[in-house]
């Protein structure tokens, strides 16, 4: 199933990425949606395609929360 494999990629993607941040791990939950599923159909970001449901603003909190972390080790 397509949702799935996609998981699975984003799962692999995410541990290679956290790889280079070991020492400031940034935890953050993302709610599962069927926004989330929808907007790739059209083909734009979860934060264009429902700016003011749970799927984006759980993707900003995230952002925000790597933007303060970031900052930090600058």
């Known amino acids: ?7 699975e990629i984003e ?3 995410l541990e290679e990425k956290s790889e280079n941040f070991e020492d400031h791990p ?3 939950t993302i709610r599962k949606g069927i926004v989330a599923t929808e ?3 059209f083909r734009q970001p979860v934060i ?3 700016p003011n449901g749970n ?4 993707y900003m909190i995230a952002a925000k929360k790597l933007i303060m972390q970031v900052g930090e080790r600058w």
């Open 1 to 7: 199933d397509d949702i799935s494999s996609d998981l």
């Open 11 to 13: 799962k692999e993607a």
């Open 39 to 41: 907007c790739k159909s």
């Open 26 to 28: 940034c935890i953050a």
């Open 48 to 50: 264009d395609y429902d």
């Open 55 to 58: 799927v984006a603003q759980d």
